[in-house]
């Protein structure tokens, strides 16, 4: 069975069950007459808005993440967390709904029964159909093509063990060994033309099982298949294990680490768009009248237009008209791209100030939501000082792996880029960031601007 039909019985099953959850737990709350309404409360309607609510619920708990082999034990506990996650909201939205409106407290107990119930029919549809798809393992149907990188005793053991569970879902395909290493039985390829492999026999699954002095293989693999359509897991040593430096996930006794190439997460990506696109969307609409009047003194004060678009270089290199509020003089760059330093004299009074509290970035949070740029990231710079900066430091190029920023790390840490030394520096930090995202990070970034925007430290 593939993840896509996987993923789609899922949700239909998710469907269902929340939908006849949702039948109950109204003839219990309206029909049954244990609450006395005025009006008679639609059914259709919250129906459809409670579905759309626990889909983004399982979606954001991971409920829909690729787990071929997740067993049915770990599917309830799953579903318990999550439910339990969904109903605790819910309680405290009807909390405050029934302390608005003197609604009895007996209100506030049905919603338990709704937790009991969503958690025993939400894990009935998932268990059903994951002691389907096991038995259809068991019968060889659906397995997955899976290379093993490796050909010492410990990718040997492993290739018994896929072969002995069928339950994994792994269909061994054959041995990568080394270059330099001699050929060995069930071997259909060596490292140097693991692409080609890969892509003849439809691999899905790339399992590295190598000696700890062969650290390096793992890297040439991730360099090589990194852009290629495949799971990738390393088997950790004794001694990782054993220490807690790898964290491993057991299926039937073999313990893996999934390599992920990809910075973030599919389902973190999802969250921090998500928190772009509503943060932005509230800091605009709640500073509109301030904006207005922030735009109403850079007219006054200075020619020129109130807002200063500009070409900047976003993700991969893709080019993006970025929008600030205008804080220099008309005409700023007339002889060509420059640095801004500390003092710059072309900076007009207002818009000193405005850099101080970082006024004049927000008209960036339209960017973010034309999705352009994030509310954290490295910051977005112009196309000439990429391609310069691209011949000094050839590492550069890394920066533009994820989408620029109007507050981040090398932001919060540093001041203007005015030489190559000071970008130099701001690297280091950019890609502290890209190597250590995460929404926890991002969180702790926006704080920390905050503080600065509150202190008038901005530059």
Known sequence: MSYRKELILLILSDIFFINITW???????????LLIYATHPSFLAPMIVIFFYWFIIFFIAGMYQHWFVRSRFDEF????????????ILFLTIYIDDTIKSAPVVSRFIILIYLFLLIFFVSLGRVIIRGFQIGMLQKGIGHRNTLIVGTNKRAEELRKSLIKFPKLGYRFIGFIGADWEPDIEYEIGKLSKIREVIQRNNITELIIAVEEKNKEIVLEVVKLCSDLDVRIYITPS???IMSGMARTHQIYGIPLIEVLPEIMTFRTKFIKRLID???SIFILMILFPFLIAIALLIKLTSRGPVFYIQERVGREGRIFKCIKFRSMIANAEEEGPKWADRD???VTKIGRFMRRLRIDEIPQFINVIKNNMSIVGPRPEREYFVKMLMKEIPYYSKRLKIKPGITGWAQIKHTY????DDVKVKLEYDFYYIENMSLTLDFKIMVQTLFTIVMMKGH
Not at 417 to 420: E, F, G, L
Request: charged share 20%; no cysteine.
């Open 23 to 33: 039948a109950i737990y109204y003839y219990i709350r309206v029909d049954s007459g």
């Open 77 to 88: 506990t799953s579903v318990f967390k999550s439910v339990s996650l969904g109903v605790f």
């Open 238 to 240: 004794l001694s990782d």
């Open 277 to 279: 696109i509503v943060f």
């Open 344 to 346: 710059d004299p072309r």
């Open 417 to 420: 880029d005015s030489s190559v």
